[in-house]
């Protein structure tokens, strides 16, 4: 094997966890940050989530005269999902209602990520609540993957 094919392969491995250590769980977008947006809010209106707010960075940047790359935040939730995360730790509710931000790079590359549960657990001392972490980690991957792709 190539030195340039176990690059490649190793940063396949890497690259979707490189920002593990600081609680967010990365994804890249097939898409511009605005069809991301769309997809995810299209996504999380059909699986019953309230979408609260969709912030365009990029936007606010420029009513005050400065430049940034496309940049946006979607806040949303479901009581029927945040509730047993409260009930484990009721701390928890400071990340809530969850959120996911969309964001282009300096390369032109369109990025997903949200904050990680088992990284919420870790912050807030949750324990004895896999089930509902488990449930929470797997709807925001779907949701996630669905908008990416």
């Known amino acids: ?13 890497v690259a979707p966890n490189a920002f593990a ?5 990365v994804t890249q977008s097939q898409h511009s940050v605005s069809e ?5 809010v299209s996504v999380l209106e059909d699986k019953g ?3 609260f707010e969709r912030i365009n960075h ?20 479901n009581p029927k ?18 959120k996911m ?5 300096e390369a032109g590359d ?3 990520a949200y904050n990680d549960p088992g990284y919420l657990a870790e912050r807030h001392d949750i324990a004895g609540c896999d089930e509902v972490l488990g449930k929470v980690s797997g709807a925001l991957e779907n949701f996630a993957a669905a908008a990416a792709r």
């Open 1 to 13: 094997m190539r030195v340039s094919h176990l690059f490649v392969i190793v940063m396949l491995f």
């Open 21 to 25: 250590d600081n609680g967010l769980v």
């Open 36 to 40: 991301t947006g769309d997809r995810l």
């Open 49 to 51: 989530m309230t979408v």
């Open 58 to 77: 990029g936007e606010g940047a420029k009513k005050v005269g400065l430049e940034l790359r496309p940049t946006e935040v979607v806040i949303f939730g």
């Open 81 to 98: 999902v945040g509730t047993p995360l409260m009930q484990c730790s009721q701390s928890v509710a400071i990340d809530l209602p969850q």
């Open 101 to 105: 931000l969309v964001w282009e790079d």
């Open 110 to 112: 369109v990025w997903l």
